[in-house]
């Protein structure tokens, strides 16, 4: 079983900085795909950004610029900078093998950002 562990999350003034983190069991280069997604209160879950095996990498439109994913040999990561009150959600990290139809997700990261 595949256990998805998310940290980093916490309470920040708008335009502040928070980096968040998510730890997979076993080795993180069996995921095709690597993502953030989130999830504000009353509102669906979206995408945030992706990284592929490869290091591609996609972000949604209201982060691009601000946000940057990038990936190691253990972990996941999210740098989050320019923070707004409109980032505060629930963050998810989410593990794909895309052969398999896999995905795996944490239990999430509450972000909170105060104006």
């Known amino acids: 079983q595949v256990q998805v562990v998310e940290s980093g999350g916490g309470l920040v003034q708008a335009g502040g900085s928070l980096r968040l983190s998510c730890v997979v069991s076993?080795?993180?280069?069996?995921?095709?795909?690597m993502a953030w997604f989130r999830q504000a209160t009353g509102k669906e879950r979206e995408l945030v950004a992706f990284?592929?095996?490869?290091?591609s990498t996609n972000y949604a439109d209201s982060i691009k610029g601000r946000f940057a994913i990038f990936r190691d040999n253990a972990k996941l990561y999210l740098q989050m900078t320019s923070l707004k009150p409109e980032d505060t959600a629930v963050y998810y990290c989410?593990?794909?093998?895309?052969?398999?139809?896999?995905?795996?997700w944490g239990q999430g990261t509450q972000v909170t950002v105060s104006s």
């Open positions: 990284i592929g095996s490869g290091g």
């Open positions: 076993g080795s993180i280069s069996r995921f095709d795909v």
């Open positions: 989410m593990a794909q093998r895309t052969l398999y139809n896999e995905n795996y």
